[in-house]
T-cell receptor
Framework: GESVGLHLPTLSVQEGDNSIINCAYSNSASDYFIWYKQESGKGPQFIID?????DKRQGQRVTVLLNKTVKHLSLQIAATQPGDSAVYFC?????????????FGSGTKLNVKP | EAGVVQSPRYKIIEKKQPVAFWCNPISGHNTLYWYRQNLGQGPELLIRYENEEAVDDSQLPKDRFSAERLKGVDSTLKIQPAELGDSAVYLC???????????????FGAGSRLTVL
């Protein structure tokens, strides 16, 4: 079936290194993607988004890359900090009936080692 | 701005008991969502409101779950009776109508963690 999924459930990086979190999607009709960060005991927090007519979008220390050919999405975090430790979810927006609907992946847990 | 406010933050009940969760969305956001998040998983949509109308409740287990959004602002989600498998975090989110991108898309509350014993 169609799904939004992640390649790695857990990622451990050293403080100061760059982190790359990957996500695969299978619905070719998805035209909008979001990355969310969820810290323990909190709700998901918006990080960055990208539309399907773009390949790359940059924010503060974060970059999202979209490869529509292989239906792959990645989140890059530069100079990873202890505060970046959290679970990261990708979500895609799919047209459904008369409205769009977000589907979330299962998440990647990022551990930042001091 | 207060953001999306949910209560209670934590609730522990015995199976077969009822439970209710409350959500106050961001002011002006006419779209409200209830999601369920099981441990180690991403959020899954239970119901979506456009103002006071439920436009997508296809994933809501209607035999035991109910929701309402009176006057198109606050919303409550009820489970009666609760089962062991209902243990999860119940997230409320809101968004502005027609907003496709930007930091206001699906703003989540902190969630209500339910434990059913």
């Amino acid at each position: 079936g169609e799904s939004v999924g992640l390649h790695l459930p857990t990622l451990s990086v050293q403080e100061g290194d760059n982190s790359i979190i990957n996500c695969a999607y299978s619905n070719s009709a998805s035209d909008y993607f979001i990355w969310y960060k969820q810290e323990s005991g909190k709700g998901p927090q918006f990080i960055i988004d990208i539309r399907s007519n773009m390949d790359k979008r940059q924010g503060q220390r974060v970059t999202v890359l979209l490869n529509k050919t292989v239906k792959h999405l990645s989140l890059q975090i530069a100079a990873t900090q202890p505060g970046d430790s959290a679970v990261y979810f990708c979500a895609d927006l799919r047209p459904q009936y008369n409205f769009n609907k977000f589907y979330f992946g299962s998440g990647t847990k990022l551990n930042v080692k001091p | 701005e207060a953001g999306v406010v949910q209560s209670p933050r934590y609730k522990i009940i015995e199976k077969k008991q009822p439970v209710a969760f409350w959500c106050n969305p961001i002011s002006g956001h006419n779209t409200l969502y209830w999601y369920r998040q099981n441990l180690g998983q991403g959020p899954e949509l239970l119901i979506r409101y456009e103002n006071e109308e439920a436009v997508d409740d296809s994933q809501l287990p209607k035999d035991r779950f109910s929701a309402e959004r009176l006057k198109g602002v606050d919303s409550t989600l009820k489970i009666q009776p609760a089962e062991l498998g209902d243990s999860a975090v119940y997230l409320c989110a809101s968004s502005s109508e027609g907003q496709v991108s930007g930091a206001n898309v699906l703003t989540f509350g902190a969630g209500s963690r339910l434990t059913v014993l």
